[in-house]
C-alpha cells in the first residue's frame, strides 16, 4: 500500500477506483472465463466511473469532475465503488 500513497503525495491529481467483493476479470465477464460468479454490476461501476474521468479531463466536463472530486460513489453504486483521490 505504500507506493499508492507515494503517487497520491505526487502533488498531481491521481484517482484509484476500488470495487467491492470484485475481481480482475469481473468474474468472467473479460479477459478469463471461469472465473467466478459474473459481475455486471462491478463492470458497471467501473464503466461509469471511467466514462466520468474522460469527461471530465477529455471534455473538460465540470460536472463530471465534481463526481469524482465531490460525489458519494459508495451510494451512486450500492456500496461496491470505492474512488480515493488525491484531488
Avoid: M, W
Amino acid at each position: 500500500l505504500e507506493f499508492r500513497r507515494v503517487l497520491f503525495r505526487s502533488g498531481k491529481e491521481r484517482f484509484g477506483l476500488s470495487i467491492a467483493g470484485g475481481d480482475h476479470y469481473y468474474g468472467g465477464l473479460i479477459c478469463r472465463e471461469n472465473t467466478g460468479k459474473p459481475d455486471p454490476d462491478g463492470l458497471a461501476v467501473t464503466n461509469a466511473l471511467s466514462t466520468a474521468f474522460f469527461a471530465a479531463y477529455l471534455n473538460k466536463d465540470q460536472a463530471a469532475r465534481e463526481l469524482l472530486k465531490a460525489g458519494d460513489i459508495p451510494e451512486l453504486s450500492n456500496q461496491r465503488g470505492f474512488l480515493e483521490s488525491s484531488i
